[in-house]
């Protein structure tokens, strides 16, 4: 069964301070890593992705890395705000097809 | 930008009765069309994966005749829940796959069954 694993399930940080979110996954034929932020009521909203050919992808306060060897992924969350308390999803797939979703976590940031 | 439209956002519908939901791709062409379900805690289930000028891959436990699927166009699909029971309650997913591999999601259609 292809399984993407997220931890933490919830995690509290300070306002400022730096949020990590780690994934691993099994299926070596995986090569799409997109994150999703999710607000209560709303849809998953594509946060950062990365392919696997790359180990890292930065977009302003968000970085993703990607290790092909051990199969995990990461998000890293600089300076984070209270505006980005939500609930964030990893997946994987192949070229984007047939999103497998990680558990989820949820962040709360205080101010 | 890449934005994709689901109604209606939330629908309140009578066990046994059957409701359509819509997604429409605004700003890309969507090469696929995969729907999912989400449920109250928050895990997701694939139910099929759509491809223009294709056929429609249902995933196991979700069948054309419960919920039938068309995608007549790059930009426009539509899901129908035939004959709802409570099982069949959560947030459904339309996510439209572009050209460069991303997914885009819509805000979801929130289905209570009563």
New interface residues.
């Given amino acids: 069964q292809q399984q993407v694993r997220q931890s933490p399930q919830s995690l509290t940080v300070w306002e400022g301070g730096t949020t990590v979110l780690t994934c691993s996954y099994e299926d070596s034929t995986f090569n799409?890593f997109?994150w999703?932020q999710?607000f209560p009521?709303?849809?998953?909203?594509?946060l950062i992705?990365i392919?696997s050919v790359s180990d890292k992808k930065e977009d302003g306060r968000f970085t993703t890395f990607f290790n092909k060897r051990e199969k995990k992924l990461s998000l890293h969350i600089i300076d984070s705000q209270p505006g980005d308390s939500a609930?964030y999803?990893c997946a994987a797939?192949h070229?984007?097809?047939?999103?497998t979703?990680g558990?989820?976590t949820s962040l709360l940031v205080d101010p | 930008g890449a934005l994709?439209y689901?109604y209606p956002r939330r629908t309140i519908c009578k066990s046994g009765t059957s409701m359509r939901m819509e997604c429409q791709a605004v700003g890309f062409q969507a090469t696929?069309v995969?729907w999912?379900r989400q449920s109250p805690q928050?895990?997701?289930e694939?139910i099929a994966?759509s491809t223009v000028n294709s056929a429609i891959k249902y995933e196991q436990n979700f069948t054309q005749e419960k919920f039938p699927i068309s995608h007549p166009n790059l930009s426009f699909s539509s899901m129908t829940v035939l004959n709802a029971y409570l099982e069949d309650r959560g947030?459904y997913?339309c996510?439209a796959?572009?050209q460069n591999?991303?997914?885009?999601?819509?805000?979801?259609t929130?289905l209570t069954v009563v």
């Fill in positions: 799409y997109p999703y999710q009521g709303e849809g998953p909203a594509l992705s392919l609930t999803f797939s070229m984007g097809y047939k999103l979703f558990t989820g | 994709v689901q696929s995969a999912y928050k895990t997701f694939l994966l947030l997913l996510g796959l572009g591999t991303e997914v885009f999601f819509g805000k979801g929130r």
